[in-house]
């Protein structure tokens, strides 16, 4: 009996350590699901910095690795293709969201691809051309550049503008994208009237750097309203500008329908001085009302307007839940246009987002279409 009741035990004892292992092995495995996100930094884009910083703080550090690109990325690439590849490097990384896909992305994709080919890859606000970008892209995430070259004047034209100045510099009117909206956004003026003028400011990756581009902005703005008048509206390509260009255009009367990145938190509250207290961190609707506050202390009523969705965050967030359902296998496909655009819905806070998929021609003029590259659009908001 004895005998027995010991082999009883033994049994009991290893059946109950079988299970906890089989349970210990099950918790392991939700622990080895990984996801890579780089983004720039917060000088170069602070919304994607704090949108990753969001999702380290939602899911833990051993689930989301958080790197970012150097903010020279033009001359560092090597620097950002080795990042990528570190992630690739890890074997519990199933998945990698970048935000912006700034040019040395397609070249580092590519080298994850050779090493990892099951490894899922989303970039968001890409820099490079669609066509290379998408061939080494799972999704390809971008503001509807092209219709927004049509939106932005006739939103500026709502507000009153007769001029439309648009500011970039030669590195960003070689990006495809933006390089095609501009003459859109120069076609569209000439229809509803509006003066257009391609003004050429510094490159922020260029020798004066970021203060430098700043600066310019801030004195160039008073000169173009005295030379154009208020009824100007002011509109610039790169991220880092956004603030002295909100800044400008509110002290010199002027009109803004638009940043470059759509969103109530791009450049707003740096330009106004907004404090944003962490209570409120990432509430949108606190945001829009002191932007509309702050706006007509000045006398700006009107006069600025955006997207209510911080498109920027909202293609890291999205990003990041898609990839994290897919690599738990919720989401069967790598490209799965229903589910993506739930991910996307969610992170803009329910809000309306229009997409469609890129149709256009490459370098060579021939037509192409990818229905993994989306075009995002929403409506307008104006303080």
Request: glycine share 8%; charged share 25%.
């Amino acid at each position: 009996m004895k005998k027995w009741l010991a082999m009883l035990l033994a049994a009991i004892v290893l059946i109950s350590v079988v299970g906890c292992g089989q349970s210990t092995s099950t918790t392991d495995a939700k622990k080895k699901i990984k996801i890579g996100v780089i983004t720039g930094t917060v000088a170069q884009g602070e919304e994607e910095y704090r949108a990753a910083e969001k999702m380290v703080k939602k899911y833990g550090k051993d689930v989301i690795l958080f790197k970012t690109y150097p903010d020279n990325f033009m001359k560092e690439q090597e620097t950002t293709i080795s990042n990528l590849l570190a992630f690739a490097a890890d074997p519990d990384v199933k998945a990698i969201v970048m935000v912006q896909a700034v040019p040395g992305a397609a070249a580092g994709f590519e080298k994850v691809r050779e090493k990892r080919p099951d490894i899922l890859l989303i970039s968001g606000v890409p820099g490079e051309d669609p066509d290379m970008i998408a061939k080494k892209s799972d999704i390809v995430l971008q503001a509807d550049e092209l219709t927004m070259g049509k939106t932005i004047p006739a939103q500026a034209k709502k507000m009153g503008a007769k001029t439309l100045v648009h500011y970039s510099f030669p590195r960003h009117m070689s990006y495809p994208l933006l390089a095609q909206r501009r003459e859109i956004m120069r076609e569209e003026s000439e229809k509803l009237g509006l003066k257009f003028i391609d003004a050429t400011a510094p490159d922020p990756l260029g020798d004066a750097g970021v203060p430098g581009a700043q600066q310019f902005i801030l004195e160039d703005v008073p000169r173009k309203v005295n030379q154009y008048g208020k009824e100007t509206n002011f509109f610039s390509t790169n991220c880092a500008m956004q603030e002295p260009l909100i800044k400008a255009t509110l002290d010199n009367g002027a009109i803004l329908a638009q940043q470059c990145c759509p969103s109530p938190f791009h450049g707003y509250p740096g330009a106004l001085g907004i404090e944003i207290p962490p209570e409120k961190a990432g509430d949108i609707n606190y945001v829009v009302e002191q932007i509309k506050t702050k706006v007509a202390a000045k006398n700006g009523t009107g006069k600025f307007a955006t997207w209510p969705v911080p498109v920027n965050m909202m293609f890291v967030e999205a990003g990041v839940e898609y990839a994290k359902d897919w690599a738990e296998g919720k989401i069967k496909s790598k490209n799965d246009q229903e589910a993506l655009a739930q991910k996307l819905s969610e992170a803009a806070n329910g809000k309306k987002v229009q997409y469609q998929t890129y149709a256009g021609t490459d370098k060579t003029g021939k037509e192409v279409k990818f229905d993994n590259f989306y075009m995002v659009l929403s409506d307008y908001i104006t303080f």
